[in-house]
């Protein structure tokens, strides 16, 4: 089976720190550039940040850069988020996404809760 499964959300108070998970599974993880995409409630997607295949290429949306940090082990087929300074304004379900080429997302996972609030 072809899939994302993304883990570690969780409440937070602001400011403190999460680290995401994303478990790949059925395809060769290495060969794929992955996304952390995220959805605040009632509101549209969100695109957080990208890394390369490799790991060695991060880009990151304006509203988390110097907060947030992708990366990846190609070995454990898994990438993170680590996530630092959280703000209330970061709640919202975080999904791990596969790039297909061509700024093709093909494949999500089904999401994980963060919730930022004290």
């Known amino acids: 089976e072809v899939q994302l499964v993304e883990s570690g959300g969780e409440l937070v108070q602001p400011g403190g720190s999460l680290r995401l998970s994303c478990a790949a599974s059925g395809f060769t993880f290495s060969s794929y550039g992955m996304y952390w995409v995220r959805q605040a409630p009632g509101k549209g997607l969100e695109w957080v940040s990208t890394?390369?295949?490799?790991?060695?290429?991060?880009y990151y949306a304006d509203s988390v850069k110097g907060r947030f940090t992708i990366s990846r082990d190609n070995a454990k087929n898994t990438v993170y988020l680590q996530m630092n300074s959280l703000k209330p304004e970061d709640t919202a379900v975080y999904y791990c996404v596969r790039g297909g080429g061509a700024y093709n997302m093909d494949l999500w996972g089904k999401g994980t809760l963060v919730t930022i609030s004290s």
């Open positions: 890394i390369r295949s490799g790991g060695g290429t991060t």
